[in-house]
């Protein structure tokens, strides 16, 4: 099994990099000066314990990678890019390729079905960061993350169960699981403060903001009739598994959003966390006053390069009251 890694920042970059030093064949697909500093210096992959420079083979668009049947492709990029990702892969894999999707949401799994036969969710719990071109950092030691995975709807066989021992051979914890998208809604919730994160810094998940967003969206998906892990289950998951650690004496500051905002990209991936239940309240008209305002106020952070972590939280939450 080759293990195509398709968008190798964070999470990405540091699962192949794990990957290849469990011995795994690994290719990467980077693109701009992030694929450049890979080609020319290696990837650079940092934790509390060590700090290592890895040459592993990349490219920088899928028409460059001579396709094996072997082949396992993982979609690392951010919800926002997936559907140009997917059209570049068609035109050049087979449609029975297994493609992973290790993003956060639940958006990229049904749009995946569209081209590929064989889709997998992961539910990704892996604090990394991505903030410079060549390098990524992993702040979970000595497990890097948990990654379960399973078959997209329902179900798991014996790719889902390669891939899973792949990824315990590599530093994560990781079990194949029939029921991935009810973790990949339960992750959503969590998702939700990803915004907040960004525009107000973590120390905000601790506010009325961050426990507004999510109850809004426990009341959206019930009304669905969607399936989720709660807190408690996800607590008894986690268990022990991740210790997080700071890098050089530098504890990460912030999530994936945060890390998009303090890059100057002119895009988040908030219209599919917090837009996910914005779409679904509106089917079923259920108000969701705090994730429209997250997902607004974060796409114009974007698109006008507001400082990361610079907003209040109160002042968001006044503004709620007052609307």
């Known amino acids: 099994m080759r293990h195509v890694i398709y968008g190798a920042g964070g999470i990405g970059g540091v699962l192949g990099g794990r990957?290849?030093?469990?011995?795994?064949?690994?290719?990467?697909?980077?693109?701009?000066?992030?694929?450049?500093?890979?080609?020319?210096?290696?990837?650079?992959?940092?934790?509390a314990d060590d700090d290592v420079t890895l040459r592993i083979e990349v490219t920088d668009h899928p028409s460059k990678v001579a396709w094996r049947d072997d082949d396992v492709v993982y979609f690392a990029?951010?919800?926002?890019?997936?559907?140009d990702a997917l059209f570049a892969l068609r035109d050049v894999a087979p449609s029975g390729f297994p493609v992973v999707s290790l993003q956060n949401g639940v958006a990229n799994e049904p749009l995946m079905l569209r081209f590929f036969a064989n889709v997998y969710g992961v539910c990704v719990m892996c604090p990394t960061n991505f903030l410079e071109p060549g390098i990524v950092q992993a702040y979970s030691a000595p497990v890097t993350g948990l990654f379960d995975v399973g078959r997209y709807p329902s179900g798991t066989d014996e790719?889902?169960?390669?891939?899973?021992?792949?990824?315990?051979?590599?530093?994560?914890?990781?079990e194949p699981r029939p029921d991935i998208m009810r973790w990949k809604y339960g992750k959503l919730l969590m998702n939700l403060g990803n915004g907040i994160d960004a525009m107000c810094g973590p120390a905000a998940r601790s506010?009325?903001?961050?426990?507004?967003?999510?109850?809004?969206g426990v009341r959206v998906l019930r009304a669905a009739g969607i399936d989720f892990v709660d807190a408690d289950e996800d607590a008894?998951?986690?268990?022990?598994?991740?210790?997080?650690?700071?890098?050089?004496?530098q504890r990460r500051g912030g999530g994936s959003t945060w890390q998009s905002l303090a890059r100057g990209t002119a895009s988040v991936e908030t219209d599919y966390l917090n837009g996910e239940i914005t779409k679904l309240g509106r089917e079923f008209g259920i108000g969701t006053p705090a994730n429209e305002l997250m997902q607004r106020l974060t796409a114009q952070a974007a698109r006008d390069g507001i400082e990361a972590g610079s907003v209040d939280p109160e002042r968001l939450v006044a503004q709620l009251a007052h609307a």
């Open 207 to 216: 506010t009325d903001l961050f426990r507004i967003v999510r109850e809004e």
């Open 19 to 47: 990957l290849h030093q469990g011995g795994h064949d690994v290719l990467l697909i980077a693109r701009g000066a992030h694929h450049d500093a890979i080609r020319d210096n290696g990837l650079r992959v940092q934790t």
């Open 236 to 249: 008894a998951r986690r268990a022990s598994h991740m210790t997080i650690k700071p890098i050089a004496g």
């Open 77 to 83: 990029m951010k919800s926002q890019d997936t559907q």
């Open 159 to 174: 790719v889902a169960q390669a891939i899973s021992d792949a990824f315990r051979s590599s530093t994560y914890e990781s």
